[in-house]
């Protein structure tokens, strides 16, 4: 049948309802004939009444014959198109049968989809595009973007589950064949993939929200399967850093600002397998860095400085063009790598993630005899060690390049903010794994990777096992593995004796992950921590103080967690770790790694193995001495005194003093400090009395040593007053004889006089009126010692230091005199003691030296002579005490003047009104000293005058006594 009847309709007419009518009817009968003269010249015209229908669409009485005619329109070419390509198939290649592909205008068709309200035209027309596909698939394809990004009234604003199922068909047809067209080989697989992504992804910010997941998943689903993700995550990430997108707001929890690219790619993603996500976010991980590495080599014309992990060959040659703009800067190569890196440190810990990934888990343990289960989990865990591969990589790079860079290189901000991505991307993706599946993937790492890969896999292991703290017994097996590897990673350090800054970094990092292995496994059993104390010990002769510190911290732990059952291996490592010990704290470094670790192994040692660390005590004893003299910086100090504090508070409290003092003994006699001698004073307080009776011998003994070499006087001193406070008296008065006699017996001995009154001050001072009945000996000494020592009574010329350390000697006297005189409770200065001492006392008012020395015997000979007349509490005894006094007034020398008259005024203010019966014998004195020419006695017997004044409330003496 000709169709010159259909193309001669164009009358005024047609735009009536009975033209359409008869349009519908005449299509009704001609829509399934196969006798057609020229097909082509029946599916142009078809073509052409189409567009006419959208043009008078807008007519609402002719709506319904309208549509009746559009689905008669695309059935009729759809037919058509079908016998055509059946009778190719048969071999029959009649020019009426072969429909040319240039009369198709899948234009037209789209014009009717978005004018059209009717379902069934919808469904008539896309199941034409699906026909259309199998003769031009590429421009149906493209035409079929407009389809998917319509919005409005029409067929995408209902998307019910009609119009979803449409669309999805229509994709099923459009995308295998367009594949096909292309051909099957890899390269144009991969390329014909390429095309039809950028497609839709070229049409992504006009197609509606709620569309662009189900879209892409069928694309996907139907190109390649899940495997051509990675493609698609390549070529958003692209766009991605085209465009500048911010990679997040600080917000993380919310990220409400984070890319609509990203958050698509996150929906994608669902209902995906894991091992599948994971794949395909390593491939586009990889593919990224190697495509930015080819583009640095070149731009620089050299490899990067970083070694490189052993990788999975990538598909960059299965593309025509790379997938990434050629165009990118060094800075935008970087930036699309961080934002690579920061999806996958979101996707992969999210909540989808999260739940998948643990009833993964939970499936596999329970069937754990089902080898599909096992295979499910293991694969998965190959899947994520091959992106933490390529993730550390990045990770390594990322530090080198921050190191290495100067501050003011443009790229150094990039790089850091790179490196700070990577490691929240790690750690992430570490922290929600199993132990089993964590342990299986680092013994990967760390087997089949480079040293700089170790480094930061050691970095990461060491930080997982510090921050988790959900470990069951039953996740203790699966770490042992991890002791063993990193062993064997110290043993290949020290068998190629790796010195460079990537082979300590290595050490370290080994030693950490041990030392964090020793307190989870410690108690595990005796193998596991054995092994970790050997190898500890192995490297505390390293010659980088770092290595020694994390050797030291490995040990510690290992003591901390086992306590006393490492005593069988005491011997072993104890007297070396002390000794490095020692080393760290004695040096001049002021690291404060090194000092907290020395200080912490220390107290570990002490505190947990305090009862078997007798062999090596002066040792320790010498080192809590030398942390006394630790200058340390001040954001230290106050944690290291408070760890020195604990130390010396349990070697003194829970040591034994017999131990103890033998100790004290030997480190005293070979490094003759204070603080020594200050933790045995501590020793003694905490001491019980019953232990240091029973060493009293040896205690005195060695007290007379340092008596003898008046070393660390002040410390013996206390330490003899902490002995006699313990003393039963019996036993206090031997030692005192002894040290009279020891003191005395080879005459005027200044040093051994001088240190006997210091004694007796010291022990005055502990014992109080307790002590006043050994006052006899001392007082009669005394006064032999200040009538020997008068300047007019010394025998012939001694050298300045004799006479120094006699005015000492005399100044020691007059304290302890004083302190008698306080402390007198029982009345025993009477008036024989007051004959006995009366003279001698006040005679040192004339013993005058050379005037920077009498002025320091004055200033505690006033004091002296003030309690003996307060202790004396006589008037008939003042009166010659203050008589002799006054006579001092009459000396040549005016320094002695002076002293007297201060000594008078001493004494007014002591005595109060009862110096009232004293005034009268001072009045003549005190006339002619205010007549003196000295300026300064004259201005000392004004104060005393006026001080007499105030006490006796009397301003007329001086008046009357003058008349």
């Given at each position: ?280 976010f390593q491939q586009a991980t990889e593919y990224i860095l190697s495509i930015s590495a080819a583009a640095a080599v070149a731009k620089t014309g050299s490899q990067t400085t970083v070694s490189q992990p052993k990788k999975r060959k990538t ?609 003549t004195f005190l006339v002619e000293l205010s007549a003196e020419d000295d300026e300064l006695v004259e201005a000392q017997c004004a104060r005393t005058k006026a001080t007499i004044e105030k006490v006796l409330g009397d301003s007329s003496i ?6």
């Open positions: 049948m000709s169709t010159q009847g259909l193309a001669r309709l164009n009358n005024p007419r047609r735009k009536t309802h009975a033209f359409w009518h008869r349009v519908g009817s005449l299509l009704d009968v001609i829509q399934t004939k196969k006798k057609v003269s020229d097909v082509n010249l029946l599916i142009k015209e078809l073509f052409d009444l189409a567009k006419e229908t959208v043009v008078l669409d807008q007519n609402p009485e002719l709506a319904e014959e309208l549509e009746n005619v559009r689905r008669l329109i695309f059935g009729t070419i759809n037919f058509h198109c079908k016998r055509s390509q059946a009778e190719k198939k048969e071999g029959d290649t009649q020019d009426s049968l072969v429909v040319d592909a240039s009369v198709f205008d899948v234009s037209a068709i789209v014009d009717v989809i978005r004018s059209s309200t009717d379902s069934q035209t919808h469904l008539s027309a896309l199941v034409l595009l699906s026909t259309l596909a199998t003769v031009m698939p590429a421009q149906v394809l493209q035409n079929c973007m407009t389809i998917f990004t319509l919005s409005g009234t029409k067929l995408l604003h209902k998307d019910d589950q009609y119009s979803v199922e449409v669309f999805g068909r229509t994709i099923d047809v459009l995308v295998p064949v367009m594949l096909q067209a292309n051909g099957a080989g890899t390269g144009h697989q991969a390329n014909t993939v390429r095309a039809v992504l950028e497609l839709f992804i070229d049409a992504l910010p006009h197609m509606p929200v709620q569309r662009r997941q189900f879209l892409f998943q069928r694309v996907l689903k139907v190109a390649d399967g899940p495997e051509s993700l990675w493609i698609l995550i390549v070529l958003l990430m692209n766009i991605y850093v085209a465009k500048e997108l911010p990679v997040e707001e600080e917000d993380v929890v919310r990220r409400r600002s984070y890319p609509v690219l990203c958050e698509f790619l996150e929906q994608l993603c669902e209902g995906m397998p894991l091992d599948g996500q994971v794949k395909n598909i960059t040659s299965a593309f025509d063009k790379p997938l990434i703009n050629a165009n990118f800067t060094a800075a935008e190569h970087i930036r699309l790598i961080t934002a690579m890196v920061t999806f996958v440190g979101y996707q992969i810990p999210s909540h989808a993630f999260r739940t998948t990934y643990q009833q993964q888990q939970q499936q596999a343990h329970a069937a754990a005899h089902v080898a599909a289960e096992e295979s499910a989990a293991a694969a998965l865990d190959r899947c994520l060690e091959q992106l933490l591969v390529s993730l550390l990589d990045i990770q390594s790079r990322a530090r080198l390049q921050t190191r290495t860079s100067g501050k003011s290189a443009a790229d150094t901000p990039a790089w850091a903010e790179l490196l700070k991505r990577t490691s929240v991307a790690v750690t992430e993706i570490l922290g929600q794994m199993s132990w089993s599946s964590f342990v299986t993937i680092m013994l990967g790492i760390l087997r089949d990777t480079t040293p700089v890969m170790v480094k930061t896999a050691l970095e990461e292991l060491g930080g997982t096992l510090s921050l988790r703290a959900a470990i069951t017994k039953a996740d203790v097996p699966h770490l042992v593995p991890l002791i063993g590897a990193l062993v064997g990673i110290l043993e290949s350090q020290m068998a190629t004796k790796d010195l460079t800054a990537e082979g300590a970094g290595v050490q370290r990092g080994c030693l950490f992950c041990l030392k964090q292995l020793a307190g989870i496994l410690g108690n595990h059993s005796a193998e596991t921590w054995t092994t970790i104390l050997s190898t500890g010990v192995k490297f505390l002769a390293s010659s980088d103080i770092s290595i020694r510190c994390e050797a030291i911290s490995c040990l510690t732990t290992v003591i901390v967690t086992v306590k006393t059952s490492v005593l069988p291996r005491l011997p072993e490592f104890l007297p070396g770790l002390l000794e490095h010990v020692h080393q760290l704290l004695s040096g001049k470094a002021q690291d404060t790694a090194s000092l907290l670790t020395a200080i912490d192994a220390l107290e570990a040692i002490v505190s947990i193995l305090t009862a078997f660390i007798s062999p090596q005590l002066p040792k320790i004893l010498a080192i809590v001495a030398q942390c006394a003299t630790k200058t340390v910086q001040p954001t230290l100090k106050d944690s290291f005194s408070g760890k020195v504090v604990r130390i010396r508070g349990i070697l003194c409290g829970d040591v034994p003093f017999r131990v103890m003092f033998g100790a004290f003994k030997e480190t005293y006699g070979a490094l003759r400090q204070t603080e020594v001698f200050s933790i045995f004073n501590d020793s003694l307080k905490k001491a019980r009395t019953g232990d240091i009776l029973s060493m009293q011998r040896e205690i005195v003994d060695f007290l007379f040593t340092v008596f003898d070499t008046r070393e660390d006087l002040p410390s013996a001193l206390d330490a003899l007053s902490l002995v006699a406070l313990r003393m039963p008296e019996s036993s206090f008065k031997g030692l005192f004889m002894k040290l009279y006699q020891w003191a005395t017996q080879d005459g005027l001995q200044r040093k051994k006089l001088l240190t006997f009154y210091q004694i007796v001050e010291r022990l005055t001072d502990a014992l109080k009126h307790l002590f006043i009945i050994y006052a006899a000996n001392v007082v009669s000494h005394a006064v032999t010692i200040m009538s020997a020592f008068h300047v007019e009574k010394s025998a012939g010329s001694i050298s300045e230091s004799d006479r120094q350390t006699e005015t000492d000697v005399l100044i020691t006297i007059l304290d302890v005199l004083t302190r008698f005189f306080k402390y007198d409770t029982t009345g025993y200065f009477n008036a024989d003691q007051c004959d006995v001492l009366n003279q001698p006392l006040v005679d040192q008012l004339d013993n005058y030296r050379e005037p920077e020395s009498y002025k320091r015997l004055v200033e505690h000979l006033i004091p002296a002579i003030t309690g003996f007349s307060v202790c004396l509490n006589d008037d008939s005894l003042w009166k010659p005490l203050h008589y002799q006094v006054l006579l001092k007034t009459r000396h040549d020398e005016a320094a002695v003047r002076v002293a007297a008259l201060q000594s008078i005024e001493s004494l007014v203010e002591s005595m109060g009104e009862s110096y009232s019966n004293l005034l009268p014998e001072a009045v001086w008046r009357n006594a003058v008349e």
